[in-house]
């Protein structure tokens, strides 16, 4: 693999997939949940769904004694402090930041719920609450490709003892002109969600585990392929978490392995199913 960007080094398996999108007109758009103080923007509750959807596909496995059973709630689903979190967007909340400058050009009082919803850390915090998730918690934007960094992120976070899991999510929204002008500044042309309401957005999330934790479906870095293929994206594109969270539905139903490109000069990963991790997984889903 001829690339100098951060890899896994070591395979991840991966315990659980969400996808979510809002006001796309595509057929998986989804009514926001309504989160106590957060307004206005799409960001958080995209967050927030894509991270409960995760939790609620989890099998039964891991550590914690309550996880898999039946009658355990979300926030024991979480994990505890065995559980980090890492959430990745190469311009965060655009709509809170964008209503919270019209309010202070226009003269209005300064809203303080936007003042604490305009950073990613505001969702992780709600999350942690909510989850009872009280491991490590990252927000982070970069201009390479999300998956990337944050499959790497995961692989370096597992290293630590004290910790089985990992739950990376994606979340863009379309984004109003200001957004527009940043991604013309940086040479795109075009997105996705171009051309959608400035709140329309999208979010996929991934719980990850090392292999052997339960997991119908491991991930690696491919290092054989030739990085200069893929499908070409833009910067800090989320794209690549919703390919990995629709092969990672695919293999743990139909099995098999599929090699994922992300985009020119980032890495690939290959996806395996693990048999008998399926198995268990069919087990309890029939139980």
Not at 24 to 42: C, K, M, N, Q, Y
Not at 81 to 104: F, I, K, Q, Y
Not at 109 to 123: E, I
């Amino acid at each position: 693999m001829t690339t100098d960007k951060p890899v896994p080094r070591s395979p991840l398996g991966i315990l659980a997939s969400a996808t979510a999108t809002y006001g796309t007109g595509g057929p998986d758009d989804i009514a926001l949940p309504r989160l106590p103080g957060f307004v206005e923007s799409a960001f958080s509750p995209l967050a927030y769904e894509v991270v409960r959807q995760c939790l609620a596909e989890r099998p039964e496995g891991g550590t914690s004694r309550s996880w898999g059973s039946p009658r355990a709630s979300e926030a024991e689903r979480g994990g505890g402090s065995r559980t980090a979190v890492a959430l990745a967007g190469l311009m965060g909340d655009t709509t809170t930041a964008d209503l919270a400058s019209r309010r202070m050009v226009a003269g209005r009082v300064h809203n303080p719920l936007l003042f604490m919803q305009a950073t990613p850390n505001s969702v992780l915090g709600h999350m942690s609450r909510e989850f009872r998730i009280t491991g490590q918690m990252f927000s982070l934007s970069t201009l390479d490709d999300s998956l990337t960094e944050l499959l790497a992120m995961a692989d370096l976070l597992l290293e630590d003892p004290e910790l089985d899991r990992v739950l990376v999510l994606g979340v863009e929204l379309a984004g109003g002109e200001r957004a527009a002008a940043v991604y013309r500044e940086l040479a795109v042309d075009s997105h996705p969600l171009a051309g959608l309401p400035a709140n329309a957005g999208r979010a996929a999330a991934l719980l990850l585990a090392r292999p052997g934790a339960g997991a119908p479906v491991t991930v690696r870095a491919d290092r054989t392929h030739d990085s200069d293929t893929g499908t070409a994206a833009w910067p800090g594109s989320i794209q690549g978490l919703f390919d990995l969270a629709s092969a990672h539905r695919r293999l743990s139903r139909d099995g098999g392995s599929h090699r994922l490109a992300t985009q020119p000069q980032a890495p690939a990963f290959i996806l395996t199913a693990d048999p008998e991790a399926r198995k268990e997984t069919e087990t309890h889903a029939h139980q």
